[in-house]
């Protein structure tokens, strides 16, 4: 299985690391946390892994080739003239994907989610896409039928909500930033340029099933602030 960590991020939330460094490079412990899940992915196995670059680009490039990938073969995905989001990354790197289901992943997420039990569970069920998902608080939400199928999604601050189908009742699960995608998306994603992959899965979960995968319990940590590290550091000794 090949693997796709998103890193072209500005990482705004995460200033001042980010005024001169990409979040990829923000240390935890010593360790950055492009090595952290370049690691994480080998656990189960994973070690042909592309990451999209963007904001100092020059810099992941570079911590790459100082370490040799630490073990895995690392591919770049180019995006230094636009960031173009979770759905126009991945759209930009297919070519990457020549052969069975593949795992995306954020860059600021650390967790020990069993990656082998969620790849078990992709390759039984059979869904277009497997979304790692727990019950922790959140401001967003996907929101799942009593399957377990993503029919919509919601902003609790803002009140914005995507149903891609109609069902009661609906059970509102915090996105953890893994997902495991058929091939099959390629084909199915109409849109061009910019775009977040989600806006793809609300597309497609009426008649395409996207299913969660909870793993409450499991420790996780998004590092998307600089107030995350202390929490990091403390969870991921």
Request: glycine share 8%; aromatic share 10%.
């Amino acid at each position: 299985m090949k693997a796709m960590i998103f890193a072209a991020g500005l990482g705004t939330r995460f200033k001042p690391w980010t005024d001169h460094h990409p979040k990829a490079l923000a240390l935890v412990n010593g360790k950055s946390l492009l090595e952290r899940n370049i690691r994480y992915l080998q656990s189960a196995g994973i070690k042909d892994v592309l990451v999209n670059v963007h904001h100092f680009s020059d810099q992941i490039r570079h911590a790459i080739i100082v370490q040799d990938g630490w073990g895995s073969n690392i591919s770049i995905s180019d995006e230094t003239e636009e960031v173009l989001e979770t759905g126009g990354g991945l759209k930009k790197a297919a070519d990457f994907f020549d052969q069975g289901s593949f795992l995306l992943m954020n860059v600021d997420i650390l967790t020990d989610l069993d990656l082998s039990g969620m790849i078990s569970f992709h390759h039984e069920k059979k869904p277009l896409a497997t979304l790692a998902v727990t019950d922790r608080k959140s401001s967003r939400y996907f929101l799942f039928d009593e399957k377990s199928r993503l029919n919509g999604w919601k902003n609790t601050q803002t009140g914005e909500e995507k149903i891609s189908f109609s069902c009661s009742p609906m059970f509102e699960k915090a996105f953890s930033g893994i997902h495991l995608v058929s091939p099959d998306i390629f084909s199915l994603m109409h849109r061009q340029g910019k775009f977040s992959i989600v806006d793809v899965y609300l597309d497609l979960a009426a008649t395409h099933p996207i299913l969660g995968y909870d793993h409450s319990g499991s420790r996780l940590v998004d590092v998307g602030r600089i107030a995350s590290l202390t929490l990091a550091e403390t969870l991921f000794a």
